[in-house]
């Protein structure tokens, strides 16, 4: 499975991007994907994650009630809608799939990564 993230750039504070990550392959209906970030100097953390079906969905307190994911198994996609973005969200963000199928949190759960978006926030 190759995984091809994309809609990273410059934004300004408060604004909304979408991020995308588009699979290869068959199996994309079955993987649980996530979203996970790195900011310079830190380790990656988890963002959010959604299950095969779309059925459930996980998401980190720092970014709940502004982030959501959602995926179109149609178009081998999942997305990250985020609103209301702030300095700290500054990161490469990375989007990953798991075989399990299920809404993971922890990166050592997930088999697949995309190579990351670059996301500045600027003040």
């Known amino acids: 499975v190759q995984l091809q993230a994309s809609g990273g750039g410059l934004v300004q504070a408060g604004g909304s991007p979408r991020l995308s990550c588009v699979a290869s392959?068959?199996?994309?209906?079955?993987?649980?994907m996530g979203w996970f970030r790195q900011a310079p100097g830190k380790e990656r953390e988890f963002v959010a994650s959604?299950?095969?079906?779309?059925?459930?969905?996980n998401y980190a307190d720092s970014v709940k009630g502004r982030f959501t994911i959602s995926r179109d198994n149609t178009k081998n996609t999942v997305y990250l809608q985020m609103n209301s973005l702030k300095p700290d969200d500054t990161a490469v963000y990375y989007c990953?799939?798991?075989?399990?199928?299920?809404?993971?949190?922890?990166?050592?759960?997930?088999?697949?990564w995309g190579q990351g978006t670059l996301v500045t926030v600027s003040s």
């Open positions: 990953a799939a798991n075989t399990y199928g299920l809404p993971h949190r922890p990166p050592a759960l997930y088999h697949y």
């Open positions: 392959g068959r199996s994309f209906s079955s993987y649980g």
């Open positions: 959604i299950m095969s079906t779309g059925g459930a969905t």
